[in-house]
């Protein structure tokens, strides 16, 4: 059964970084759109990055804007797992982070449990 596991969250000052990972076991995840979505306390799920297959390397990267310019995402297509490398955090970052992967147009099927992200001011 495909399984996503994310890890790297933790506690961090405003302006430090912290780098997310998301493992992939159970399928592998290379010709996959994958994403990253985050849930603050009391607000809707949004989307914060996504990298989509392009059938060869690279892919389509995309971010939100409230991230674009501080946030990178990443993938590893040997570990099969996905990063996102988040630099100047800011206390609005603080949220449960979650990945997601699907196939390519049809939607993010596999999610994770999650990883919490706090940054104090």
């Known amino acids: 059964q495909a399984q996503l596991a994310e890890s790297g969250g933790g506690l961090v000052q405003a302006g430090g970084s912290l780098r997310l990972s998301c493992a992939a076991s159970?399928?592998?995840?290379?010709?996959?759109?994958m994403g990253w979505f985050r849930q603050a306390p009391g607000k809707e799920r949004e989307f914060v990055a996504s990298i989509r297959w392009s059938g060869g390397s690279g892919g389509s990267i995309t971010y939100a804007d409230s991230v674009k310019g501080r946030f990178t995402i990443s993938r590893d297509s040997a570990k099969n797992t996905v990063y996102l490398q988040m630099n100047s955090l800011k206390p609005e970052d603080t949220a449960v982070y979650y990945c997601?992967?699907?196939?390519?147009?049809?939607?993010?099927?596999?999610w994770g449990q999650g990883t919490q992200v706090t940054v104090s001011s």
């Open positions: 997601a992967g699907g196939p390519p147009g049809f939607g993010y099927r596999y």
């Open positions: 159970g399928r592998t995840f290379s010709s996959y759109d």
